[in-house]
């Protein structure tokens, strides 16, 4: 009977907390968690032995029933197409050279007269783990269009160059007939894409990198290093954040996507873009084009070297952020890397758009798009 009360005890304590730190996803109830926590300390209780025996067996049972009770809990949804309360997402295939890219156009409903277009890394898909940056962006008053790159999501063509490349100034091209002000923000292979896209004359007006190698070799051996220290790396409280969003279960589901497709390696793919290359080209651009690079301190991809190269890269023209605990998995879903690159984006080119539209007489982009959704 003791050990029965003190795991009720224990597992009443974890919802209690879960509900304290906001994380919904964790918890089984809300209204019921401080009584029930007040009458499990009512009940006898076990020494102190047979509580620390129980401390896991309750967090195991705690994550079950939350689970169960959460099951509807998915951040995903936030990025289905459809009408809500702050904005419209439509599902699109953007014309392009060598054929549509898939897409989600997301628009604040009071509309917008910016846009950022989103490209995600290696291995993922325009809605890898980006609900949390959409509604930074979408809070801004920044629209947001979310791409498949070629080989990864919905697209229909493999990874190749230089296609993809192409690719990536298309959606840019289709953005800037419909805003006054283009951003662009590209993570890990996206970055690199979209970094050799701008070098080349993609029209954007700011741009912002987050964790982009210069160059990308590793054996198999270093592969499984690398894998090893960003598991470990990812595995801190500051990702608890996750779970005032979804549920454990879709939590990890998000992380599933449909893989690459290629004709051309990542390695190579890299050495094509030529990182450095393009950093070197956008850095003797006059007026200098406003960018913002943003790295992490614990990333196996992008070893300290390498961060380095890339801040020397941009000394003189661009910004540099290192985060200190971030790795290079956790990046993307840091609130920190979220929220002080929206405040960027939102800084540089908004104050600019609304000023120079209103200077036209012209409209913001409306929350409904005039183009037809094609997916």
Known sequence: ?????????????????????GLRGLSW????????????????????????????????????????RRRRLDPR?????????????????????????????????????????????????????????????????????????????ESPRPQSFPHMVDSVTDPLNWLRLRYRRIGALGMSLGGAVLARAVADGAPVDVLALW??????????????????????????????HLFRDGAIDHVIRAWQTSGIRATIGTWDLFDALDVP???????????????????????????????????????????YRLLPFASHISLPIDLACISLTSAWLHRRLTATAESEWHQSGRTPMPAEPSCKNLG
């Not at 309750?58 to 994550?63: D, M, S």
């Not at 904005?87 to 953007?94: A, G, P, S």
């Not at 160059?215 to 470990?232: D, F, G, P, T």
Request: positive net charge.
């Open 29 to 68: 109830s809300e209204r019921l968690a401080v009584p029930l926590t007040v009458l499990s300390w009512r009940l006898p209780a076990a020494k102190w032995p047979a509580v620390i025996a129980l401390l896991i067996p309750a967090l195991i049972a705690q994550l079950g029933l939350a689970t169960l």
């Open 277 to 319: 290359g393009s950093l070197r080209a956008l850095a003797q651009r006059q007026p200098p084009l406003p960018a913002l690079m943003v790295y992490a301190g614990r990333d196996a991809i992008v070893p300290p070297a390498a961060a380095a190269e890339i801040a020397a890269l941009a000394a003189g023209w661009a910004e």
């Open 77 to 153: 949804q936030r990025l289905r197409p459809g009408v809500y309360a702050d904005r419209q997402i439509t599902r699109l295939d953007v014309p392009a050279r060598h054929g549509p890219v898939p897409a989600l156009h997301i628009v604040p409903r009071g509309g917008a007269t910016a846009a950022v277009l989103v490209t995600h890394g290696s291995g993922c898909d325009k809605t890898f783990y980006a609900w949390r940056l959409v509604d930074a962006l979408i809070e801004r008053g920044l629209a947001v269009m979310l791409i498949d790159l070629d080989g990864h999501g």
């Open 1 to 21: 009977m003791r050990l029965l009360a003190t795991l009720f005890r224990l597992i009443t304590l974890y919802n209690t907390l879960a509900n304290l730190a």
């Open 211 to 240: 964790e982009v190698p210069p160059r990308l070799r590793l054996n198999a051996r270093e592969y499984r290093q690398v894998q090893i220290r960003e598991a470990l790396a990812i595995i801190q409280l500051r990702m608890l």
